[in-house]
């Protein structure tokens, strides 16, 4: 059986179509798509889209998505950081339980965490301890913060049953009421100690007291 090969003034059309349906897909996809995207994004979570930036009196003191290190004794602490809170170097150990250098790490953080915070190194959050898989975990645990209340409450020289007060009112509950566990954002619980005021207001994060 024989067949009859396709006529070149059919082929010219099919090319064309071929030639044009590239950059069509390109303009479509890649950049009516994510302008869209974006404008809705923008005009429904605008802050969310922005990066979810905290801010105090006009200055941006960090995004409630990335975790930051905190060097005075009147702030909460967050998770310790594989990436040493670099968001260019964001990862985790990748160190199995079963690694020495794990096992160390893990009960020198014990014993320093027990030491600064006045508790028993049995009492410590786990969290405190282990870092999560990106190394900038935003939140630690309710357990985590409460354990810290009465160090940043010293440190203040404000009454424990305020800052716990505080702790409270930060928490933030499971996702879609189902997801995780409840979480304190510790910049922003850091955010709602400096506004109670204190007789100790820093230093604070990286490079000294928030601003």
Known sequence: MNVSPVSSSYREPLRWRAALLLPLLVLGAALLYSLLATVVAGALFPAQANGSLLQRDGHVLGSALVAQPFAAPGYFQPRPSAAKFDPMAAAGSNQ????????????????????????APAQVADDLLTQSGSGMDP??????????????????????????ALVAAQ?????????????????????????VGTGDRGPGTRQGQMR
């Open 96 to 119: 199995a339980r079963s690694n020495p250098d794990l096992q160390k790490r893990i009960a020198d953080a014990r014993a320093s965490v027990a030491a600064r915070d006045a508790v």
């Open 171 to 195: 928490v933030q509950p499971r996702q879609f009421g189902v997801l995780g566990q409840p979480r304190v954002n510790v910049l922003g619980l850091n955010i709602a100690l400096d506004e």
């Open 139 to 164: 939140d630690i645990s309710l357990a985590a913060a409460q354990q810290q209340v009465a160090r940043v409450a010293k440190a203040r020289e404000l009454p424990v049953a305020t800052v716990a």
